[in-house]
Every structure is written in structure tokens, then in C-alpha cells.
T-cell receptor, first 113, second 114 residues
Framework: KAGVTQTPRYLIKTRGQQVTLSCSPI?????VSWYQQTPGQGLQFLFE???????NKGNFPGRFSGRQFSNSRSEMNVSTLELGDSALYLC????????????FGPGTRLTVT | TQLLEQSPQFLSIQEGENLTVYCNSS?????LQWYRQEPGEGPVLLVT?????EVKKLKRLTFQFGDARKDSSLHITAAQPGDTGLYLC??????????????FGTGTRLTVIP
């Protein structure tokens, strides 16, 4: 069974631009969560989607948004990029919304200059 | 937010040595998971412990969940270079909003020197 895939793997953007990251969960998994990982803050929860609905949201500004499609694929968008948004963005899938055994993708490394 | 503190933050040991990593919190968790993350990759789930006092073994790795379900430890016997990575604990708990969530620890970066 294929794992979680994320595209692109690497991205360089300029301050003020916006970016969209994509995540395809493991086949049959219906829950997708997004995390931001930085050396200083560690792994921080952004949001979780289940059946195309945002189920839970972390403490991030409204510039961070996401959505989930009917095939469970998910995208996250960051608008008006700031230098501090440089991070590894990880997507994780799980079978259901109440199953916390998460399977992570390799991440998208975003660098904002 | 429920805080999970891991110690030590960094650990560098020789191949063949034993080590223990700790994950502590003042909050009670329904379950606790351990992940290992290698450079350039996402975290990989190692184990989930659910019951207070539970001990699980995965080859040379032994995981224990505290009796009060507030803390956990990971013990590695005869460490090998392949054990090198970032070890993360994650507890399933309840947000102030009442929603369940998974809270990640601060991480322990382990280097095993051949």
C-alpha cells in the first residue's frame, strides 16, 4: 500500500507571496492532519480534516488555511508569506477522525526569502 | 495546549550502549505514541501505549507508560547507528475546547556513533 505523498518536496517563495501544498493520504484513510515543524518550536498542529470538514484547528493565524476533497486528498494554503513561515510542513493521515495513529508523509520544505 | 517535555534534548552515545529517553507531562493522556524521524523524512510511528503501567517491547526498544498516564519512557538496549534520529512522543488528550487532539513532545535527538 502506498504511503502518504506530499508535493512539492521543496519550495522557495518570497515574502508576501502565497503557497499551496498538497497531500495524498494512504488509500482508505479519511482523516488528514497538517503540522508545521521548526527547530525552535518543534512539531505544531495546524488543522485536521475528516470527510471534507475541518474537525480541529491549532493556534495559527488565519493566513493558514486548508481543505479536503471528496477523495480525501488535502491541500493547505499559506497567504502573505512571512520569513517565520519557513519550515517543514508535514501531512499525516489516519483511518478515522478518532484514530490517532498517524502516518506521516515526507513533508514539504518551505523556505521564505 | 498540553505540554510534553522530553529529556534529554540531545543525546550522543557509542554503539552498544544503553539509553533511556523520557517524556513527561502534568496532563493525563488517553494514549501515548512514540515516533522516530530521520533527516528529510516524516516521523514514523513506533508504538502506541494505552494502559497505565503498560510495557511494550519492539526488538531492542522498550516502551513504558506511567501508571498515572502522564509520562512515558523509551529504553534502547545496545544502541546501533541505525537508531540515530529524532524521537518524538505524542499524547492523545483533550483541548480546552473539549476536542480530542494529539500533542507532540519537544523531541530527543539521538546520535549513535559507530
Amino acid at each position: 500500500k502506498a504511503g502518504v505523498t506530499q508535493t512539492p518536496r521543496y519550495l522557495i517563495k518570497t515574502r508576501g507571496q502565497q503557497v499551496t501544498l498538497s497531500c495524498s493520504p494512504i488509500s482508505g484513510h479519511r482523516s488528514v492532519s497538517w503540522y508545521q515543524q521548526t527547530p525552535g518550536q518543534g512539531l505544531q498542529f495546524l488543522f485536521e480534516y475528516f470527510s471534507e470538514t475541518q474537525r480541529n484547528k491549532g493556534n495559527f493565524p488565519g493566513r493558514f488555511s486548508g481543505r479536503q476533497f471528496s477523495n480525501s486528498r488535502s491541500e493547505m494554503n499559506v497567504s502573505t508569506l512571512e520569513l517565520g513561515d519557513s519550515a517543514l510542513y508535514l501531512c499525516a493521515s489516519s483511518l478515522t477522525a478518532r484514530n490517532y495513529e498517524q502516518y506521516f508523509g515526507p513533508g514539504t520544505r518551505l523556505t521564505v526569502t | 495546549t498540553q505540554l510534553l517535555e522530553q529529556s534529554p534534548q540531545f543525546l550522543s552515545i557509542q554503539e552498544g550502549e544503553n539509553l533511556t529517553v523520557y517524556c513527561n507531562s502534568s496532563s493525563v493522556f488517553s494514549s501515548l505514541q512514540w515516533y522516530r524521524q530521520e533527516p528529510g523524512e516524516g516521523p514514523v510511528l513506533l508504538v502506541t501505549v494505552v494502559t497505565g503501567g503498560e510495557v511494550k517491547k519492539l526488538k531492542r526498544l522498550t516502551f513504558q507508560f506511567g501508571d498515572a498516564r502522564k509520562d512515558s519512557s523509551l529504553h534502547i538496549t545496545a544502541a546501533q547507528p541505525g537508531d540515530t534520529g529524532l524521537y518524538l512522543c505524542a499524547g492523545e488528550g483533550r483541548e480546552q475546547t473539549g476536542a480530542n487532539n494529539l500533542f507532540f513532545g519537544t523531541g530527543t535527538r539521538l546520535t549513535v556513533i559507530p
